[in-house]
Nanobody, 119 residues
Framework: QVQLVESGGGLVQAGGSLRLSCTAS????????MGWYRQAPGKQRELVAH??????NYVDSVKGRFTISRDNAKNKLYLQMNSLKPEDTAVYYC??????????????WGQGTQVTVSS
């Protein structure tokens, strides 16, 4: 069984910083790609940042402020968020496209961590 667990969310003032972490654990054979998504109240879930062996991409609204990184040896994913804005307020989800020990490839999701930015 595979599990993704996020941590690091919280309440911060505008202009502040937070660092989100995600740990993938369980019967994992390999991880192809990982990403951070977010969903604000009343809005659709959107991709924030994505990292693969081929590169990294960000949604335009976070470019220059957020940095995604990955520790392959520890199956960890990070999102450093600087210069936070109230519009960054959302539940942030970790996602992994991975192959489990059974050989099956699929997407897995964490339970989400709340980020609230006050003005």
């Amino acid at each position: 069984q595979v599990q993704l667990v996020e941590s690091g969310g919280g309440l911060v003032q505008a202009g502040g910083s937070l660092r989100l972490s995600c740990t993938a654990s369980g019967s994992i054979f390999s991880i192809n790609a990982m990403g951070w998504y977010r969903q604000a109240p009343g809005k659709q879930r959107e991709l924030v940042a994505h990292i693969t062996s081929g590169g990294i991409n960000y949604v335009d609204s976070v470019k220059g402020r957020f940095t995604i990184s990955r520790d392959n040896a520890k199956n960890k994913l990070y999102l450093q968020m600087n210069s936070l804005k109230p519009e960054d307020t959302a539940v942030y989800y970790c996602e992994a496209d991975l192959v489990s020990a059974t050989g099956r490839e699929r997407d897995y999701w964490g339970q989400g961590t709340q980020v609230t930015v006050s003005s």
